[in-house]
């Protein structure tokens, strides 16, 4: 099986970008989608702070544009799910299939011992795919709270997407849970057609921008419940009431749909054991912003005291980009800029194994 030069796993700002600036270095790079094709910004209405978009941008239009563009100048895209990879020697192994009887559900919402016990029934076959480099841009996933009912009214009055939503809640009651951005954000998307929208939020503050506070605090239909805590979801064939803990006190409330925006946690349960890994689960880079990357950073420092490849990840050849390491910005823009940076790096870093 011949290696590809750079398989990049994962879509979205960075990896998109990855795929253009590499397809440029007519790296002919393969592009693996996953689950989730376009990332995030798939599940935005509207992006208002990307560079060159005076009046915004649909979210989905925007990411396939991302796409298109890659593919013009001949990234091969492929729609589908990487199962497992193995990172210790090159050329690297890729899966993309499943044993008979799993499904990919596994790798989304099992435990991390289901994971692994799938990925290791994956590996007994041979790889799909082999690999020169790799460019990880795996991005993140909606965190769950794991209260009662949640599991159960998922898809049925349960949402992690409000954009995607919206419009099944016309003139109905509902509650958005969290307090940064994603909240403020789904908070407004749902204003557009439900009839009231309550934020739960366990602090006494936002921690949002100012200007998404502004929006949501001025809109009518908007209440907030601060210092308070979702308990449990009820209902029989969809979401009925809630319980709210506020001060340590409960209160039931009725409530059409719950709509969870409390965050996200890096993609990364295929990499386990294949690369360093932060504790919050985050790619370990040499740009990380944490004294682990600092480390990294230092010992990567050529004669002239710079960076070499600052996307690389703990194993040569397989650096990283995007949500899966950015710990701090989780901006699209910042995403882009650093599949940019992976691209390059992992040209240059090619052209100096030949």
Same mark, same amino acid.
């Given at each position: 099986m011949k290696a590809e030069k750079l398989v990049i796993i994962g879509s979205g700002p960075s990896g998109y970008t990855a795929a253009i600036y590499a397809a440029r270095a007519e790296l002919k790079p393969v592009v693996f989608t996953g689950v989730e094709s376009g990332g995030q910004l798939m599940y935005t209405n509207e992006v208002e702070n990307f560079p060159g978009f005076p009046e915004g941008v649909v979210g989905p239009k925007f990411m396939m544009g991302l796409r298109s563009q890659s593919e013009r100048f001949g990234a091969e895209i492929k729609d589908v799910h990487v199962t497992a990879v193995d990172f210790s020697e090159r050329p690297f192994k890729l899966w993309t299939h499943l044993p008979d009887g799993e499904n990919i559900e596994t790798y989304k919402n099992g435990s991390p011992k289901e994971v692994a016990a799938t990925?290791?029934?994956?590996?007994?076959?041979?790889?799909?795919?082999?690999?020169?480099?790799?460019?990880?841009?795996?991005?993140?996933?909606?965190?769950?709270?794991?209260?009662?009912?949640?599991?159960?009214?998922?898809?049925?009055?349960?949402?992690?997407?409000?954009?995607?939503?919206?419009?099944?809640?016309?003139?109905?009651?509902?509650?958005?849970?969290?307090g940064g951005d994603s909240a403020m954000e789904d908070t407004m998307a749902l204003t557009k057609f439900v009839s009231k929208v309550t934020i739960i939020h366990r602090r006494d503050s936002f921690r949002a921008s100012k200007i998404m506070v502004d929006r949501v605090l001025k809109n009518k239909k908007v209440t907030v419940l601060w210092n308070s805590e979702l308990k449990e979801i009820q209902g029989e064939h969809g979401v009925k009431k809630v319980i709210i803990t506020t001060d340590g006190k409960d209160k039931e409330y009725a409530s059409d749909g719950v709509f969870l925006a409390i965050g996200h946690r890096p993609v990364t349960n295929i990499f386990q054991g294949q690369l360093e890994l932060l504790k919050s689960g985050y790619v370990l880079t040499r740009r990380?912003?944490? %004294?682990?990357? +600092?480390e990294k950073a230092t010992k990567a420092l050529d004669d002239k005291k710079?960076?070499?490849?600052?996307?690389?990840?703990?194993?040569?050849?397989?650096?990283?980009?995007?949500?899966?390491?950015?710990?701090?910005?989780?901006?699209?823009?910042?995403?882009?800029?650093?599949?940019? %940076?992976?691209? +390059?790096d992992a040209e240059r870093w090619l052209e100096n194994q030949e």
């Amino acid at each position: 099986m011949k290696a590809e030069k750079l398989v990049i796993i994962g879509s979205g700002p960075s990896g998109y970008t990855a795929a253009i600036y590499a397809a440029r270095a007519e790296l002919k790079p393969v592009v693996f989608t996953g689950v989730e094709s376009g990332g995030q910004l798939m599940y935005t209405n509207e992006v208002e702070n990307f560079p060159g978009f005076p009046e915004g941008v649909v979210g989905p239009k925007f990411m396939m544009g991302l796409r298109s563009q890659s593919e013009r100048f001949g990234a091969e895209i492929k729609d589908v799910h990487v199962t497992a990879v193995d990172f210790s020697e090159r050329p690297f192994k890729l899966w993309t299939h499943l044993p008979d009887g799993e499904n990919i559900e596994t790798y989304k919402n099992g435990s991390p011992k289901e994971v692994a016990a799938t990925i290791e029934k994956v590996k007994k076959d041979e790889p799909d795919m082999l690999a020169e480099s790799i460019i990880i841009s795996t991005g993140a996933t909606a965190i769950r709270l794991g209260v009662p009912g949640e599991k159960k009214f998922f898809g049925q009055g349960v949402s992690s997407c409000a954009v995607c939503d919206a419009a099944f809640y016309k003139d109905k009651n509902v509650f958005v849970i969290g307090g940064g951005d994603s909240a403020m954000e789904d908070t407004m998307a749902l204003t557009k057609f439900v009839s009231k929208v309550t934020i739960i939020h366990r602090r006494d503050s936002f921690r949002a921008s100012k200007i998404m506070v502004d929006r949501v605090l001025k809109n009518k239909k908007v209440t907030v419940l601060w210092n308070s805590e979702l308990k449990e979801i009820q209902g029989e064939h969809g979401v009925k009431k809630v319980i709210i803990t506020t001060d340590g006190k409960d209160k039931e409330y009725a409530s059409d749909g719950v709509f969870l925006a409390i965050g996200h946690r890096p993609v990364t349960n295929i990499f386990q054991g294949q690369l360093e890994l932060l504790k919050s689960g985050y790619v370990l880079t040499r740009r990380t912003l944490t %004294e682990q990357g +600092l480390e990294k950073a230092t010992k990567a420092l050529d004669d002239k005291k710079n960076i070499q490849f600052p996307t690389m990840t703990s194993v040569k050849g397989v650096f990283a980009a995007g949500d899966v390491v950015d710990i701090r910005y989780k901006q699209a823009v910042t995403a882009a800029g650093m599949g940019c %940076e992976a691209a +390059l790096d992992a040209e240059r870093w090619l052209e100096n194994q030949e």
